[in-house]
């Protein structure tokens, strides 16, 4: 079916209780292999690209092949650019032909923030595309171990969030309540009583990023809470490489085999991801909205 946007992944997972799984990519081929394991699981899927990447990865190219991939498949598929720090890269991805795109605006002073955010949304929506920003900060591991502000220093604080949402009209909206970038399974610590108290004041679904370093009983606590979409990247990486050493461990490989064991490896780790967020099997979503 042709790429959609986020919007309806986000409301058909609001309405069944489950999360939506948002897989970084960093060239076409894992683009490719993302969409497989989520047709192999009749699961809607979140094709993501950070933002750093985007010098780096042909925004066109990758949006055109997304495009062909989900036009073979019958599953919904989402192309998004994820911590999008500047309108530039926003706008280029908008203009690439992403359906959904994340305005970080990290470090503006927050009317700053609001005024560009809200322009971005305005754009955005004329277009048919939805925006997601992030109230808070996701701060990484490396930046915690170097000496950089706490992650509780910058959580998500409900009444602010709700209202940067709602005079935005933003669609989906990243909350900091503990989770990390980077970090390992099962190491982040949630707070879910500010989940929740987000979630009961915010206007708009809610996403969790650094979802590698949050253990699967505490991401099912946070479905449970609220939570509609969740970003992987750093498990998926290590899952490839982890795989490719066990191959070079073996015998001499080639290239192709390599890339063979690692791809593999993503493929299964996606599978794995989209059970435990409780959307495979919910491909139905596009059908359930044009019926």
């Known amino acids: 079916m042709p790429l959609v946007s986020l919007a309806p992944l986000l409301a058909d997972a609001q309405a069944r209780g489950y999360a939506v799984g948002a897989f970084s990519t960093i060239d076409l081929d894992l683009a490719q292999i ?9 699961a809607p899927v979140v ?26 498949t019958a599953i919904p598929v989402a192309l998004h ?24 605006g990290f470090g ?29 900060h996701i701060g990484r591991v490396e930046d915690l171990r170097a000496g950089g502000l706490p992650a509780a220093d910058h959580l998500t604080e409900p009444e602010a969030a709700a209202a940067f949402a709602r005079e935005t009209g933003l669609d989906c909206l990243a909350v900091a309540i503990g989770n990390v970038h980077h970090l390992e ?16 004041a915010a206007p708009c679904p809610l996403s969790l990023h650094g979802g590698s370093g949050v253990g699967d009983d505490a991401l099912r606590a946070a479905i449970g809470a609220g939570i509609r979409k969740v970003s992987y990247f750093t498990r998926l990486a290590r899952a490839g490489v982890s795989a490719i050493e066990r191959r070079l461990a073996e015998a001499p490989a080639t290239l192709v085999e390599l890339l063979d064991a690692a791809h593999q490896a993503i493929r299964a780790d996606v599978i794995d ?5 409780g959307c495979a099997g919910q491909a139905q979503v596009g059908r359930r909205r044009e019926g």
């Open 34 to 42: 993302i969409i497989e394991a989520a047709q192999a699981e009749e």
């Open 108 to 136: 503006m002073p927050l009317a700053e923030k609001r005024r560009q955010t809200r322009e971005v949304v305005e754009e955005a929506h004329r277009r048919g595309i939805t925006v997601e920003a992030e109230v808070g």
């Open 273 to 277: 991801r989209i059970r435990v967020l």
């Open 81 to 104: 650019l994820d911590h999008g720090q500047t309108r530039e890269v926003v706008d280029a991805a908008m203009d690439a032909g992403f359906t959904s795109v994340m305005f970080d």
């Open 185 to 200: 399974p099962g190491q982040a610590t949630l707070d879910l009583a500010r989940l929740q108290a987000i979630a009961r």
């Open 47 to 72: 094709v993501a690209l950070t933002a750093a990447r985007a010098s780096t990865v042909d925004l066109h190219a990758l949006a055109a092949a997304v495009r062909v991939r989900a036009a073979r």
